[in-house]
């Protein structure tokens, strides 16, 4: 298994709305947690329960992922120390721009829209990267674009301090339970 990947990743959703947006919202994080990330951040509404939900993930199924909510986009983008990735289908393609992203050092933050991405995203992003030039899930996207970005090491990632885990079998469900958290 593997402890962490070398790509520090922070995941940003936007435009966060938790009438429309609440399962989507859910699995977007859940995506980016499973595949390497090891934070996110999101705009929009709010959202004690998203942020209760993706705090009792994390407790029972391990790692250090982080979610913080912030109040503007603006903040984030402009307090970002590394390199901002956006995911949009109006991007360069993404199998011809991982290869450079992948060699930057830079900490990634991966901007992921919502609702309506005001204009000023495309510019303050040093790569505007398309998953598919064609409608599809941000969750996808999300997933797709991690996987490469990490050339498939994501597979393997150990969970530290998990409370449960999957026991692999070809048939039938097995989990393993541990010790609770502190």
Same mark, same amino acid.
């Given at each position: 298994m593997v402890e962490s990947m070398s790509q520090a990743v922070t995941v940003f959703r936007?435009?966060?709305r938790p009438s429309r947006d609440k399962r989507v919202s859910t699995h977007l994080l859940l995506a980016?947690?499973?595949?390497?990330a090891e934070k996110a951040y999101y705009t929009g509404t709010q959202d004690d329960s998203l942020?209760?939900?993706i705090r009792k993930i994390t407790?029972?199924?391990?790692?250090?992922? %982080?979610l913080e909510y912030a109040s503007g986009w603006k903040q984030v983008i402009g307090g970002w120390e590394g390199k901002v990735?956006?995911?949009t289908m109006y991007g360069i393609p993404?199998?011809?721009a991982v290869k450079e992203i992948r060699s930057d050092p830079?900490? %990634?933050?991966?901007?992921v829209g919502g609702a309506k991405v005001p204009g000023e995203v495309y510019g303050a992003s040093h790569w505007n990267v398309a998953v598919t030039g064609q409608p599809h899930s941000e969750v996808s996207a999300l997933a797709l674009f991690l996987h490469e970005l990490y050339e498939g090491k994501e597979l393997c990632l150990d969970f530290p301090g998990a409370r449960l885990n999957v026991v692999p079998q070809? %048939?039938? %469900?097995?989990l393993q339970t541990h010790a609770k958290r502190v």
């Open positions: 936007l435009g966060h980016a947690r499973a595949f390497g942020e209760e939900s407790q029972d199924w391990g790692g250090d992922f %982080k990735v956006h995911l993404f199998q011809d830079s900490p %990634k933050l991966v901007v070809a %048939k039938g %469900k097995r």
